[in-house]
């Protein structure tokens, strides 16, 4: 059985006060990443049809679309698994670090979607590669 941890109520040393200044940024930063993000999904959604007939040149144009958009969904399905997952970790080790750690991640993945080729290259180098990744 698990046991609960006794936690001691927050008093006002706990409480970080942050200027205005600095609050002003913050939410300018994360409104800008934001922004770039949802840009990010609009720009799939319009070229979606493209990259099925990139990606799945033998599939029936209806399913070069599903597939696409299938794709499409996985950051969706995956983020609330990663935010508990990587949350956990920072919250043990420290935001900061973490969040070092995703972007070097995410900087490595970026870059080994961009070496996978379209299906016409080489049997052995087509879509199987994104699975790799």
Do not use: H
Request: net charge positive; with cysteine.
């Amino acid at each position: 059985m698990l046991k609960r941890k006794k936690v001691k109520p927050i008093t006002l040393r706990d409480v970080t006060i942050i200027d205005d200044g600095k609050l002003k940024k913050a939410i300018t930063a994360a409104s800008l990443g934001n922004a770039m993000e949802w840009f990010d999904f609009g720009v799939y959604g319009f070229v979606a049809y493209a990259l099925g007939k990139v990606f799945f040149p033998g599939a029936d144009p209806s399913v070069q679309m599903i597939a696409a958009l299938g794709t499409f969904s996985v950051p969706f399905l995956i983020r609330p698994l990663g935010g508990l997952f990587f949350g956990m970790l920072g919250d043990k080790y420290g935001r900061q670090k973490i969040l070092a750690i995703t972007i070097v991640i995410m900087s490595i993945s970026t870059f080994c979607i961009g070496l996978i080729p379209v299906v016409r290259v080489d049997w052995y180098l087509g879509p199987d590669s994104a699975a790799a990744v």
